[in-house]
């Protein structure tokens, strides 16, 4: 484990998340990527980009020691970078001769080298062992990316804080690999601290570690670690585009809690509200800082603990008195995975609240779904579910305009209207982004409280 | 007088707690019963209503007696490791399939030695076709407390106990 170092972004770089073993999708995305095997079976792109991978590419997947292999020889001809990680830690110790306790897949990269060794003998292994040790040993715990000498993005595993950046102690590569633990979870696994919440530098800091269903950048930082192995993605940024490249992959690691599933759990926790209490302000996507004065903060939520729909079934508050929220699941699967619960239909007035009595509700509803199915939007859009605005004419309810879905915007919804209107727009972009439920009812407050 | 509450301070005077927290407090009747038991160092008034809070304001005034703003929809740190939590209107405000992941945040986030529930006897409950301390068995799947059941004149009450706080 050698020093921080800095990388010139030079002709660009391809920093890819968490390959775990799957050696076939990492193939595809280099192929997609646009590199090209040579004569000497190493790939090289044809303007001359550089790969930089955030650790992990083996355990918990099939194909852990062509990934090693792949890397070490890409390494060594100066074609590919590698920072340190958790996996990769444990293997350089065991490979180290230590006494460690191989699990969590990494007793599946034993396995490959057991049969490597059936083949090629134990020579021919050690001395593998060895390049691969080194490999893995001269991984530093994170690399700054530089354009023209200045600092514009920060590789690295699992977490950093901003005065760690470009420093190195072995406190910092232990932080830089499992992330800031901060207790244990009820399944004894690691209780994770948020430290991205504290990035104030400017750096783009990427990492992996801590599987996610989507790439979205956040406060400067973006995790890349779409769950290759868990059925997720296997995730490529390119720097300086900041495009995300991805391949499609298979649930090789058949954890009993898929982390992609346990995510969608954690995102519809109970919204913390103290930190809104002496007032707040909602950033936008579109630079904008709306101010909110929380006076009657603990009316509204009293609103919404008691009166309105629940936090979770609400994306925003429609502006004005007319209109509703229509939200729609494609199926109780999908409703319960995105709201933990099962209706199909979710609709909403300007406060947040139900619009019909229980029994007109039920009739309403089956007239809505229809009209949805019958429009093929969930099928035609891949999604989940579906937003739609609806119009009050008289005691009746129309389905308007499709607002959004989890593809994105379908409107091009004019947020520059009012302030509430804005914060509309980014309640719905915040779900489109899986953004928790606490960031979706941050916004819902803030219209709430402004009207 | 009230046997449900009675029995309920009565057996958290027996547990020694010294930290409670009276969730969903209402008019406050058990509250007042509570305040009675002067080991109790801290005894918190919470609830989701504003309405209620403000009455709250007319009951004994005591070091002992805090009042805060609370909700089972909302996060709050402060409720985290109490000695015993009482959700007293749980079943009265909030909906039977809404109750599972408001439970989960109270018997695992919050995490108190002792959570006490009161269901009364006229209410549904909870979803499907499971009693009342069926449904509480399956929420505590994960065997970390202990559940004992109490039938008084009015309500059915349970106590979760975490196991390393439960007495022989």
Known sequence: MSEPKWIELEKGLDVIGDIHGCMDEWLLLLEKLGYKQSADDLYRHPEGRKILSLGDIMSRGPRSLDSLLFFEAHIKAGLAYMIDSNHGWKIARWLDGRKVTLAHGDELVEEEFLEYERQHGSLATNRLKERIKNMLLDAPSHYVIRDQGSPMAVAVHAGIRDDYIGNHSPKIADYCRYGPVVGVQRNGKPKRGDWTIHHHSPELIIWGHDPRPVAVEMQRTVNIDQGAVFGGDLTALRLPSKEIVQVASHDYAQAAINPLDEWFEKRRKAPAFKKWLEGFTVHTETGREIQVESTSLLEALDHFSNVALPLEQVVYLPTSEKHVSILAFKDQQAAQKWTGLSDLLVVADSRGCAVSSEDEEESHHKRFYAQIEESQDFTKLESDWLLYEGVRVGDNIQVKDLLASERGLNLPLNSGESVQQELAVEGIKRLIRLESVERIHECILAAYLLK | ?168
């Open chain 2, 1 to 168: 007088m009230h046997t449900t509450y009675q029995w309920i301070a009565n057996e958290l005077k027996q547990q020694r707690v010294r930290t409670v927290v009276d969730f969903g407090v209402g008019d406050g009747i058990l509250t007042q019963e509570l305040l009675k038991n002067t080991k109790i160092e801290t005894l918190w008034a919470v609830d989701s209503s504003v309405e209620n809070l403000k009455s709250l304001q007319q009951l004994a005034k005591r070091a002992s007696l805090k009042s805060a703003w609370g909700s089972y929809f909302y996060y709050d740190e402060q409720w985290k490791a109490k000695d015993a939590i009482i959700l007293h209107d749980l079943f009265e405000r909030v909906e039977p399939r809404r109750l599972e992941a408001v439970l989960h945040l109270f018997l695992y986030d919050y995490f108190p030695k002792h959570l006490v529930l009161i269901n009364s006897k006229n209410l549904h409950t909870v979803e499907g076709d499971i009693s009342f301390p069926e449904w509480c068995h399956t929420m505590n799947s994960h065997q970390i407390y202990t559940l004992r059941f109490e039938q008084t004149d009015e309500e059915l009450v349970a106590i979760f106990t975490r196991k390393e706080w439960t007495r022989p």
